[in-house]
Structures are given as structure tokens and as C-alpha cells.
């Protein structure tokens, strides 16, 4: 990753200037105001300072990959420099490169044998590092991450970090250790018995569950040319039960509508020659512990091979805690998100995952049936949550 600071009149020019220098795909670190040093400095305007990293590889291939306009990259086709520009790009890049090697070996000669000076650089980068951490540190934190994982994230990079380690480093060894955190995303699996794969998905009312289901059966149908088979135990309200039926309607699937454990077996046996059988269930009030009982018999008569946690990207932490709780009875299951269109940034998807320790699977994009829908990207995820969106606002 390569990381460079840009400054000018405001933050639509500063922006151009990224643009035009690391390209389309550039990953804001950090919007500040900033005036010149020194007396002068307190009467000039204040100026945009722009810090902001690009990978050398995905500056590549930007062009050769889908722009996905809910996460903040700056990708804009018309930002594609021409070739003259590149190479100029190129080659400041490497003179800078010189100049920082230079600038080293020179502090190195000038140093030798002087240990107080020396000390005094040491001083200096380590001043460096733990300004470049907390630039991070508040990246994640405004990014929503809970500030306790945000200040052991940091704490793990700076750690395994030389005390002269700009910013760049730093933000690959985040990267490293975010990714690593998210863990690999676990979607439905494939049968391998010829018996169909059992889905049941539960959640909180209202946070996309019924739409994520006709999401994925319309792709395991149109898609994957899989049977699909969906069965509902959302009885609470007619208006649920007619919202499925619509989209196994339009689809053309069968659909069972169960309202106690024994129906659900018995829907789930009748669909035995299906690939795939999908299970709404309505969302419990979380202070209504019957009620959750109820649905633990219903998950555990369905005998779901994998159950599904629906949560919606834009609930808050605290909500997101409570919700865990109620759902605690669950043996197994994995975290799907929904309306990450709705939110800028993701770091509650970091925190439910670090919270529970279960494995990522979907996220969803939109209302769009069948569209919006995708595997988590863990490097996407990982940009949000390092990156400074332009929230303050331009100018
Ligand atoms: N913006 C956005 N809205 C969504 C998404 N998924 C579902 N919704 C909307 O959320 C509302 C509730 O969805 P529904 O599937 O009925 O939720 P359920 O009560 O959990 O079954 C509907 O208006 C959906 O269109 C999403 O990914 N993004
Ligand atoms: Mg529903």
C-alpha cells in the first residue's frame, strides 16, 4: 500500500489531485484543515489536507472490477490519468522513494557515534508511529468500531511495527489484522448426500429476513438451477405470510405456511426432493421470553442444517448486544447483514463478528430481489473500516 498527503484549497481539489495521482480506487485515511506553519500561517486561509493510500494492486485492476457504490472508494471512470500522467506519477513516486532513502542514510552517517542525537531521532519517529496510530485508531472508532477492538487492533499493528514505520505500513498491518478478524465468510453449502440443505433464518422484525430469503432463492433458482422449496413459520401477521407467498408466486416454488414444531417437520419432509429449503420465521419481541421458546422448538423441529442471524447494519451496538442475548439460546449460526446501503459505515459488522466469533456470510445492498445481494467481501469491509469517509462534509 502506498500512502501520500496531498494539500489545497479545499477538498474537492485535494481530491482531484488524489484522483489524479493514485487513481480511481484511492482510500481516503484522513480529511483535516491546516494552515502554513509560522507566524504568516495564523492570517493565511486555511488549506485541505488529504491523506490517502492506494494499493498497488487494485490500482491494477481497478478497471477490470465492478464499482460497488455503497463503500467509499472514489470510483470514477473518468478518472482513468493518461498514459503521460501515469508515468509521471511513476516517476515521482520513485524519485520520492530516493529522497526518503537518502533522508535515512543520511540521519544514519550524521548519527553514527552521537548517541543523544540518535536517541533524539528515535524519539521522533516513535512520536511519528503513535501519531500515524491514533490517525487510525480514530479512522476506526468514527467508522463505528468499538473503541475497546479499535485500541486492541491498534495496539496489535503498532506493536508489530518498527518504531519508524510510517503510515503505510501501519495500514497494511491493520488490513492484515482486520481481515484476519472478519475471519472467511461461510454462505450456504453444498449437499453432498442428495438430501436438500436446510435453511432457517431468524432475527429481528423488520430487518430484511423475508427479502433476504426471495433474494437467495431466486438466485439458487434462476441462477444455480437448484429446486428450492420455502416454508414459513411468520404466522403473526397475514401481511408476512402473503409477502412470501408473493415472491414463491412470482418464482414459480412451492411454499408451506407451518404454524406449530410438528408442521414444520412435516413441511420440511414433504420437501425431501428439493436442493434447497428456505425457512422464514417472524422476529420476537425481546421481552417476550415465551415467545422465544416458541421459536427455539420451531428451529429445533425444522433440524436446519444452518441457521441464519439477520441483523440490520444500521442497529446500534447497544441494540446489537441485547439482540445477541435473546438469541443466545441458538447453538450454532452464522451473522448476515442487511441495509448496508443505509449506512456509511460498517463497524458493527466487526464487532458482532469479534462479540460472537461466528463466521460472516451474506450481506445485502438494497431492496433489489433478486440483486442485492453478495458473499462479505472481508477486503471491502476491511477499506471501510480503515478509511475516512468525507462525513465532515467538502470545502
Ligand atoms: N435499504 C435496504 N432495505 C432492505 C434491505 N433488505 C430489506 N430491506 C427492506 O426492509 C424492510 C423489511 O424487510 P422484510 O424482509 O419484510 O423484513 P423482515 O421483517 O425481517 O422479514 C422492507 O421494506 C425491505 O425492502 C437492504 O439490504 N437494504
Ligand atoms: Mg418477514
Known amino acids: 500500500m ?25 482510500l481516503i485515511l484522513n480529511t483535516r484543515k491546516v494552515r502554513k506553519k509560522g507566524l504568516l500561517g495564523l492570517f493565511s486561509k486555511p488549506m485541505t489536507e488529504v491523506l490517502a493510500a492506494v494499493d498497488e494492486y487494485s490500482r491494477k485492476t481497478a478497471l477490470a472490477e465492478p464499482a460497488i457504490s455503497n463503500y467509499p472508494s472514489l470510483s470514477d471512470p473518468a478518472a482513468g490519468s493518461d498514459e503521460k500522467e501515469e508515468k509521471i506519477t511513476i516517476l515521482e513516486n520513485k524519485i520520492s522513494g530516493i529522497e526518503e532513502t537518502l533522508r535515512k542514510l543520511c540521519e544514519k552517517v550524521l548519527n553514527e557515534g552521537r548517541p543523544a542525537a540518535a536517541a533524539a531521532v528515535a524519539d521522533e519517529s516513535k512520536n511519528l508511529k503513535s501519531g500515524v496510530s491514533e490517525v487510525f485508531y480514530n479512522n476506526l472508532v468514527k467508522n463505528e468500531v468499538d473503541p475497546e477492538i479499535a485500541r486492541k487492533v491498534v495496539n496489535a499493528a503498532t506493536a508489530r511495527l518498527p518504531a519508524s514505520a510510517g503510515a503505510s505500513e501501519m ?100 420437501y425431501s426432493d428439493k436442493d434447497l429449503i428456505l425457512i422464514d420465521t417472524a422476529g420476537r419481541s425481546q421481552k417476550n421470553k415465551a415467545q422465544f421458546e416458541e421459536l427455539k422448538a420451531l428451529v429445533a423441529a425444522s433440524g436446519a442444517d444452518e441457521v441464519y442471524l439477520v441483523l440490520s447494519a444500521t442497529t446500534s451496538l447497544k441494540n446489537c448486544r441485547e439482540i445477541l442475548k435473546s438469541y443466545s439460546f441458538l447453538n450454532d449460526y452464522k451473522l448476515l447483514f442487511t441495509k448496508t446501503d443505509e449506512t456509511p459505515v460498517l463497524g ?46 467538502p470545502g
Do not use: H
Not at 474537492?12 to 487513481?23: H, P
Open 171 to 270: 495500514a497494511a498491518q491493520l488490513s492484515g489484522i482486520i481481515a484476519g478478524l472478519l475471519g472467511k465468510p461461510e454462505t450456504i453449502k453444498e449437499s453432498n448426500d442428495g438430501k436438500p440443505v436446510t435453511v432457517i433464518f431468524v432475527g429481528p422484525t423488520g430487518v430484511g429476513k423475508t427479502t433476504t430469503l426471495a433474494k437467495i432463492a431466486a438466485n439458487y433458482l434462476l441462477n444455480r438451477k437448484k429446486s428450492v422449496g420455502l416454508i414459513t413459520a411468520d404466522t403473526y401477521r397475514i401481511a408476512a405470510v402473503e409477502q412470501l407467498k408473493t415472491y414463491a408466486e412470482i418464482l414459480g416454488i412451492p411454499v408451506s405456511v407451518v404454524y406449530t414444531p410438528v408442521e414444520m417437520k412435516e413441511a420440511v419432509a414433504l
Open 2 to 26: 502506498k500512502i501520500r498527503r496531498y494539500v489545497a484549497k479545499n477538498t474537492q481539489e485535494a481530491i482531484l489531485k488524489v484522483k489524479m495521482d493514485l487513481g480511481s480506487e484511492a
Open 348 to 393: 458493527i459488522i466487526l464487532n458482532i463478528r469479534y462479540m460472537t466469533g461466528k463466521s460472516l456470510s451474506y450481506i445485502t445492498t438494497g431492496q433489489s430481489v433478486p440483486d442485492d445481494i453478495e458473499t462479505a467481501n472481508v477486503d471491502k469491509i476491511t477499506k471501510n473500516l480503515i478509511g475516512s469517509y468525507l462525513r465532515d462534509g
